[in-house]
């Protein structure tokens, strides 16, 4: 109906930043490069970069071929990281995730659960779905393994999706396939433990799209984003991230934390101060439950050096 296509309002999704620009992706796949508006405000001072990557925004086509973003609608969720260069606030590392794909390796590096409970709260803290990838299963015939299931079965028993994988076994990957297919997902996790192996393994394709990833983290301008969203051939978009250690809980009280502990949830009702931190008080619902073996010792440990980071920030 429209006879004039350039004042027809469009929508799109953002897959990448690099400063000024933005790419853009519809829904019939055609992709533009795009700016911001020129009057457009960022509302959040907070927030370093006003358009991340992952947010669905509205757009209108300019007669080159570029299009001028609008509109941001609003987030379902994302991840936060500390914005570089000494800025206050955090960056946006990428916005409406349906699921996180933390990633460790079983060895080489060896996890650390302790390191899997940080990304595992920092999702929850977030609203968003983490999935467990027990990376590198190939080498299990090197090593003991009755620990790493002792520990699989556990973070499943807790609610958690938990996916044990090998780049050198491709049926590992199939089930992670099926999960993933239309949605958006993201991996994160520390260095070397296979997070662009297995994107290049998911999508062979992908592979050259993601190397300009590769040695972002430390250079580059603080609009520089950490992520790109990269189409699926089967549908959905993943994005690769480099290492993170860790992202930074930000707006979490000492007493909150176990609100992202699945096993503390029910504990929590009966305490006997509502800002019970579990640690030390008195009639501690939580600490029952650590004292009659219901909730495990790895788990608690994690709770408690998590609770001591959270006074240091
Ligand atoms: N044996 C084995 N090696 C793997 C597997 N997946 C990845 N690797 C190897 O682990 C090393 C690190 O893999 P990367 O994919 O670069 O790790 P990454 O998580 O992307 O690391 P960063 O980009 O630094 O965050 C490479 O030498 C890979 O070949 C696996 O399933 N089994
Ligand atoms: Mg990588
Ligand atoms: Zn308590």
């Keep these: 109906m429209s006879s004039n296509s350039s004042i027809e309002i469009l929508s799109a999704r953002v897959i990448r930043s690099t400063g000024a620009w933005y790419e853009i992706i519809d829904s019939n796949q055609n992709q533009y490069s795009a700016r911001l508006r020129g009057k457009f405000r960022q509302d ?3 927030i370093t970069n006003p358009i991340a990557v992952g947010d669905e925004v509205l757009f209108e086509r300019n007669e080159d071929g570029t299009a001028q973003i609008i509109e941001i609608l609003d987030r379902k969720n994302f991840l936060p990281r500390k914005a570089t260069h ?5 960056q946006i590392l990428i916005s409406n995730i349906d699921y996180a794909l933390v990633v460790v390796s079983i060895t080489q590096p060896q996890y650390k659960t302790g390191f899997i409970d940080r990304f595992l709260v920092s999702c929850e803290a977030y609203g968003i779905e983490p999935i467990i990838i027990l990376n590198k299963w190939d080498l ?5 393994t009755d620990e790493i299931i002792y520990h699989s079965n556990h ?8 996916f044990h994988t090998s780049i050198l076994k491709p049926e590992t990957l199939e089930p992670l396939v099926t999960l993933i297919a239309n949605k958006v997902s993201v991996f994160i996790g520390p260095s070397g433990v296979g997070k662009t192996s297995l994107l290049n393994h998911i999508d062979p394709t992908l592979e050259e799209k993601t190397n300009e990833i590769s040695g972002y983290s430390n250079k580059g301008k603080h609009t520089t984003t ?8 089967f549908g959905g978009y993943l994005a690769d991230t480099p290492g993170i250690r860790e992202f930074g809980l930000y707006n979490i009280e000492d007493w909150e934390l176990s ?8 504990g929590r009702t009966h305490c006997k101060f509502s800002t019970c931190t579990h640690i030390h008080e008195p009639s501690c619902g939580v600490i029952e439950l650590v004292d009659s073996g219901l909730i495990e010792p790895f788990r608690y440990l994690s709770y408690m050096n998590i ?4 006074v240091d920030q």
Excluded: N, T
């Design 86 to 90: 000494g800025r206050r606030g955090h």
């Design 140 to 144: 299990s015939e090197d090593i003991p």
């Design 226 to 233: 950490f992520a790109k969203l990269l189409p699926l051939p």
């Design 44 to 46: 959040s001072k907070e």
């Design 307 to 310: 609770i001591e980071s959270l």
């Design 259 to 266: 609100l992202y502990f699945p096993e503390m949830i029910e």
């Design 155 to 162: 973070y499943k028993r807790l609610g958690y999706k938990v």
